[in-house]
């Protein structure tokens, strides 16, 4: 089985894209400046300093802290104007991640300093190749809090799958081999504590762990 490796590479954060998610902030987007939802992916990035390959997160002192499930897609080749039907042949993988957070403020633009402090990308190592997963589009995810389900939700509620998302994001951006697609985090982001520990499973993927301190 592949291992992540994030030497130079780039974890890239799709905002929005769970159907509740979007729904439960559609009426504030029709609101003055917006006027209307999205159109395109709303994409954010989380910097190298965020990478996080241990089993522990630190919870900034006088800050809520919310873990974000999320199906990463790591990209294989050099992909460039990609069309749908040949979008997940560019894809080595995927794997577990956990995109810790303070809670968001705008969706049209994430703050850097919600997104990207020093660990907030916690990620499985192990990455399991597409032909290993028969329905990308119908995996089961869970989240629980010290042994206690908090989410529970399925890749069958994105808003868009990840061949629509590797489509209209290179019809203006090359993805590159070893670049990260986060694939979204589901509705019902809660708050931690240090001490609480957070895992988050996703069916044929795997499961994470990671300790609050």
């Not at 990308?121 to 206690?148: C, Q, R």
């Amino acid at each position: 089985m592949p291992t992540l490796e994030l030497n130079g590479k780039t974890v890239f954060g799709v905002a929005l894209n769970y159907q509740k998610v979007l729904a439960e902030h559609a009426h504030s987007f029709t609101q003055k400046p917006y006027i209307h939802l999205p159109k395109k992916p709303v994409l954010f990035i989380k910097t190298p300093n965020t990478y996080n390959f241990t089993n522990h997160v630190e919870k900034p002192k006088d800050c809520r802290l919310q873990p974000g499930a999320t199906l990463a897609v790591v990209i294989g080749k050099t992909a460039s104007r990609v069309s749908i039907g040949d979008a997940l042949t560019y894809v080595k993988g995927v794997c577990v991640g956990n995109e810790f957070s303070l809670p968001e403020e705008s969706f049209y633009r994430p703050a850097i300093k919600a997104k990207c402090r020093d660990g907030f990308m916690a990620f499985d190592t192990k990455v399991v190749p597409l032909e290993h997963i028969s329905n990308l589009n119908g995996l089961s995810i869970t989240v629980s809090l010290n042994g206690e389900i908090k989410q529970e939700a399925n890749t069958n509620e994105w808003v868009r799958d990840i061949a629509l998302l590797i489509a209209e994001i290179t019809e203006y951006m090359t993805l590159y081999e070893g670049d990260v697609l986060l694939t979204g985090t589901p509705a019902g982001r809660f708050d931690v504590e240090q001490g609480d520990e957070v895992t988050v499973s996703i069916e044929k993927v795997g499961n994470l762990t990671t300790k609050v301190i």
